[in-house]
């Protein structure tokens, strides 16, 4: 089946970092691309960052460059999204998610609440 699993979210203040992990079962994760996605409240879903398979290529959203990071472990089927400089603007639910262009695939996390504010 697949599944993912998020972590790290919390209350941070301005200028702050966190680190959000997913963890992933049930599937070959070194054949994914992984991304992270965010939802604010009333806003559409965007695409955060995203990695291929073997770390080759990572993109970014502009509002997020320069301040996080990407990054993957398919030995520990694990996807990290370090994040510094944090804005309230950042504030949302972020959610992470696995694609396979072979399959058509497509898995997604429960999401993970992250909270900018003095």
């Known amino acids: 089946q697949g599944q993912l699993v998020e972590s790290g979210g919390g209350l941070v203040q301005p200028g702050g970092s966190l680190r959000l992990s997913c963890a992933a079962s049930g599937f070959t994760f070194s054949m994914y691309a992984m991304s992270w996605h965010r939802q604010a409240p009333g806003k559409e879903r965007e695409m955060v960052a995203a990695?291929?398979?073997?770390?080759?290529?990572?993109r970014y959203a502009d509002s997020v460059k320069g301040r996080f990071t990407i990054s993957r472990d398919n030995a520990r089927n694990s996807v990290i999204l370090q994040m510094n400089s944090l804005k309230p603007e950042d504030t949302a639910v972020y959610y992470c998610k696995g694609y396979s262009r072979n399959s058509n695939r497509e898995i997604w996390g429960q999401g993970t609440l992250v909270t900018v504010s003095s």
């Open positions: 990695i291929t398979s073997a770390s080759e290529v990572r």
